[in-house]
């Protein structure tokens, strides 16, 4: 061989293996969500659940219109899942390594407030690009600015104030209102717009019980008997997994539902689990219109369908949050490979992409229409507990639905600032 | 009044639930001196191994009552076969050793039997909520309670006077205590240390997996419910002193009397209320309540 067949030889080596590489890139998405501990149960594992099955789907080509795409664009999806479980500075350095040391190209993840308040700065130091599908606290974007990371999921704001607009939309009292919420980020958000919405909604309603647990506390005997103390027409709670079952299995025998109108912000998820141990009557919300709530639509039903054969049981709130997440964030990928050339785009080119984009979920259409198109906005839904004998499983009646400008703040306005305002700008039906 | 009258029964009720978990690792530090960080681990494996039984026996349809028997049968259980496990083939290669190397050593086996716990049960919730409602509820002025909280009364005394008997009027408690006083001398008096120190370690995971599996009942089953209770526990021997049965009696009093009238007449300062007893204790009485002054051996 001739040293320029020999050199002829090794690029048409070297060109196959280019060949072989680019036909095997993957798109790597980091998923980062609760695996262990208490939150687990309720919301990490059913969402990690929710990621895997519709990431296969994806992969397959197998999801319905506009997602028909096979994995990202053609590019086949592999997930790296991550524990949140750890603390946020933790979490902090297990972002860093999904970024550097796995050499993921996008981050989907967290559902603990201060593991999105403490991850959001870093990911944006790094210039890489993340999507936060859960956590519920509005001040992320409302007092910080991101070029790079995005929140495909409304915030507390609405789950409180939908919370309020549903009582008073069906005339329930709410003279005294005693609450129970955990000492945490998500708790003292969701207590102080609730009490908020209820003084704009309801002027001259009073605060009587405000009970602060720690999170996991597992023994609420006191803090029932506090709350069965101080008589009250509402009682309002954003408990949520654990807690909150053990709590629903400690109250109901003490009467506390017959003597109060109980109303949670997030309980959609505890109802397959307590099943007739949910006491009937109960107001509840799912951060969104999820679950038994959800909208009826050929998406939705492939969704419901793929997840409750997956799995023996129906999608609840956490696994809808995280298809959405999926959903927009393939639209984006692909509008921004497109942009690309068909090539994997730039934490930028991504940014580009999501920012003020729309989609329709299983839930509803996503719109990035908050925080210069960083934070979604969605509809969202409250519905009233009762056992159904002949299903053997605790429905929702009474369901409302409330669109995404009649509970989710404008463009610009603070969530706390627009319910104190009256809700200037809202658009309800 | 009614005030008070509530703030008492909530401070026993909870202190109870309290004083069962603590009462095992108080006995496991006097007698083995180790500060067992997996506590909490034994505690929700007698949760999960109850909520395992009660699901047996209730698929016999006997009689409810005995799902009482099955929260028993859940903590004999994980005391039978993973206490003498974990003491014969894990924590004897570290006896004499720095009692900081314990706590890492208990802090590894924490983290080890959360996964396993995890590996075994999944992470879907178990419920068992049958026995709660056995002993009906009980009035106490205008507020309503479960009788089943008053019967964690009555266990919690059961065990507290058990092992205070068992450890002072009997020939083999004589022989835990003189373990206690000293294992190199009950050992040359023909004391069988290494047997002492299986029963006695099996004995507290029992009281934990005791806890865990009263406790069971009350919550949903699942993982996370072992981090909570250790802490507590900690803080309720520590103000007591570590190794002290009364001192954990009234530790987990002072505990749950604190929390009860926080919750009720300051909610905010709840979590502040049990460690700021617990610094108060320390200030006056830095060994603990019932933990007598010792000169440190060197």
């Known amino acids: ?429 | 009044m009614s005030t008070l009258v509530t703030i008492l029964v909530d401070g026993v009720t909870y202190a109870s639930w309290l004083f069962i978990v603590a009462l095992g690792l108080t006995l496991v530090f006097g007698v083995l001196k180790i500060l067992n960080i997996a506590h909490g681990s034994f505690y929700a494996l007698g949760a999960y191994a109850a909520a395992t039984c009660v699901a047996w026996f209730g698929a016999l349809e006997i009689s409810p009552w005995l799902s009482l028997f099955a929260l028993l049968l859940g903590a004999v259980a994980i005391a039978a076969v993973l206490a003498p496990l974990t003491e014969r083939g894990l924590l004897r290669f570290f006896y004499g050793r720095d009692e900081v190397l314990l706590v890492l050593v208990t802090y590894a086996l924490f983290l080890v039997l959360e996964d396993a716990t995890k590996l075994v049960w999944g992470v879907n919730p178990y419920f068992v909520s049958e026995p709660y409602g056995l002993f009906g509820s009980v009035q106490v002025g205008a507020l309503s309670y479960v009788g089943y909280d008053f019967a964690l009364i009555a266990v919690a005394v059961a065990c507290g006077l058990g092992v205070w008997w068992g450890l002072n009027r009997t020939r083999a408690g004589k022989i835990v205590l003189a373990v206690i006083h000293s294992a190199e001398i009950a050992a040359s008096m023909g004391v069988n240390v290494g047997r002492v120190y299986t029963l006695a370690f099996m004995f507290g995971i029992f009281l934990a997996a005791l806890g865990g599996a009263l406790t069971a009942p009350m919550i949903s089953v699942q993982p996370g419910v072992s981090v909570g209770v250790v802490i507590v526990s900690f803080a309720v021997v520590i103000i007591g002193g570590l190794g002290s049965i009364e001192g954990a009696a009234i530790g987990a009093l002072i505990v749950g009397l604190a929390r009860a009238l926080a919750v009720h007449t300051w909610p905010e300062a709840e979590l502040f209320s049990i460690y700021g007893a617990m610094a108060v204790v320390l200030i006056f009485r830095p060994e603990g309540l019932f933990q007598r002054v010792k000169a440190r051996r060197i």
């Not at chain 1, 590489?21 to 149960?41: D, H, K, N």
């Not at chain 1, 002949?390 to 969530?415: W, Y």
């Open chain 1, 1 to 429: 061989m001739t040293r320029q067949q020999g050199a002829v030889a090794a690029l048409a080596v070297a060109a196959l293996f280019s060949a072989s590489a680019s036909a095997q890139e993957t798109f790597r998405l980091g998923i980062v969500s609760f695996l262990s501990g208490p939150a687990a149960e309720s919301f990490g594992v059913p969402a990690v659940n929710g990621a895997k099955v519709v990431i296969e789907a994806f992969n397959k080509g197998a999801a319905p219109a506009p997602y028909s795409k096979v994995g990202f664009g053609g590019v086949r999806i592999e997930p790296v899942y991550v524990d949140e479980n750890g603390g946020a500075t933790k979490q902090v350095q297990e972002l860093r390594n999904l970024y550097d040391r796995e050499k993921v190209d996008a981050v989907i993840g967290y559902v603990g407030s201060g593991d999105c308040l403490a991850v959001a700065p870093a990911a944006e130091e790094m210039k890489k690009f993340l999507i936060l599908y859960d956590c519920g606290t509005p001040r992320i974007f409302e007092d910080g600015k991101y070029s790079y990371v995005f929140r495909t999921a409304s915030h507390a704001v609405m789950d409180n104030v939908a919370l309020a607009r549903y009582l008073k939309a069906r005339n329930v009292k709410a003279g005294t209102i005693n609450y129970i919420n955990q000492d945490y980020a998500w708790g003292h958000d969701s207590r102080n717009d609730f009490k908020a919405a209820a003084a704009q909604l309801f002027p001259g309603s009073k605060t009587g019980a405000d009970l602060l647990p720690k999170f996991g506390a597992g023994q609420y005997g006191t803090e029932i008997s506090a709350l069965l103390s101080q008589p009250a027409d509402l009682m309002h709670s954003s408990l949520w997994g654990g807690d909150l079952q053990a709590f629903i299995l400690q109250a109901a025998p003490r009467g506390l539902f017959k003597r109060t109108q109980a109303v949670f912000s997030a309980a959609d998820h505890v109802l397959p689990g307590l099943g007739q141990r949910m006491p009937d009557g109960v107001i509840l919300g799912a951060r969104g219109a999820y679950g038994l709530m959800s909208p009826k639509s050929a998406l939705n039903d492939w969704w419901w369908k793929l997840y409750s054969d997956a799995y023996g049981v129906h999608p609840v709130q956490a696994p809808y949050r995280m298809v959405q997440a999926l959903l927009g964030f393939k639209l984006a990928a692909e509008k921004a490979m497109a942009a690309n050339g068909g090539k994997k785009p730039t934490p930028e080119q991504l940014a580009a992409a999501l920012k003020g984009s729309e989609w329709e979920s299983p839930a509803g259409r996503i719109r990035m229409a908050l925080s210069d198109g960083h934070q979604a906005i969605q509809d969202t839904a409250i519905g009233r507990t009762k056992y159904d004998p002949k299903k053997k499983m605790v429905t929702l009646v009474d369901i409302q639905r409330f669109p995404a400008e009649c509970v989710n703040p404008p463009a610009g306005v603070k969530g706390e600032e627009w319910i104190k305002g009256g809700f200037k700008g809202a658009k309800c039906p």
